[in-house]
Nanobody, 124 residues
Framework: QVQLVESGGELVQAGASLRLSCVVSGRIFGAYTMGWFRQAPGKERDFVATISWSGGGNIYYSGSVKGRFTISRDNAKNTVYLQMNSLKPEDTAVYYC????????????????WGQGTQVTVSS
């Protein structure tokens, strides 16, 4: 059974930085794309960032975080990271780790596995 466990969320002030981590356990055959979504109270879950198995140029961000957030992964550790800088109150949300089997981006969906989420709260 595949499990995704996020960590790193906490309460911070605007302008601060945080790094989220997500460890994937269980067996996923073949390559897979990893990514992050977020859901603010009363809103839908939105795409944040995605990175392909090989990383490199196959990295995409939502417009609201581009230039402030950086996604990376360590395949040897089955871990994906989200470095978040210059945090704003509007970044407050539950952040979910996601996995999509194969090489396709998950920016438009197609997620196969979800984590339980980690809360990020940014105070003004």
């Amino acid at each position: 059974q595949v499990q995704l466990v996020e960590s790193g969320g906490e309460l911070v002030q605007a302008g601060a930085s945080l790094r989220l981590s997500c460890v994937v356990s269980g067996r996923i055959f073949g390559a897979y794309t990893m990514g992050w979504f977020r859901q603010a109270p009363g809103k839908e879950r939105d795409f944040v960032a995605t990175i392909s198995w090989s990383g490199g140029g196959n990295i995409y961000y939502s417009g609201s975080v581009k230039g402030r957030f950086t996604i990376s992964r360590d395949n040897a550790k089955n871990t994906v990271y989200l470095q978040m800088n210059s945090l704003k109150p509007e970044d407050t949300a539950v952040y979910y780790c996601a996995v999509r089997r194969g090489l396709a981006s998950m920016a438009r969906g197609g997620v196969d596995y979800w984590g339980q989420g980690t809360q990020v709260t940014v105070s003004s």
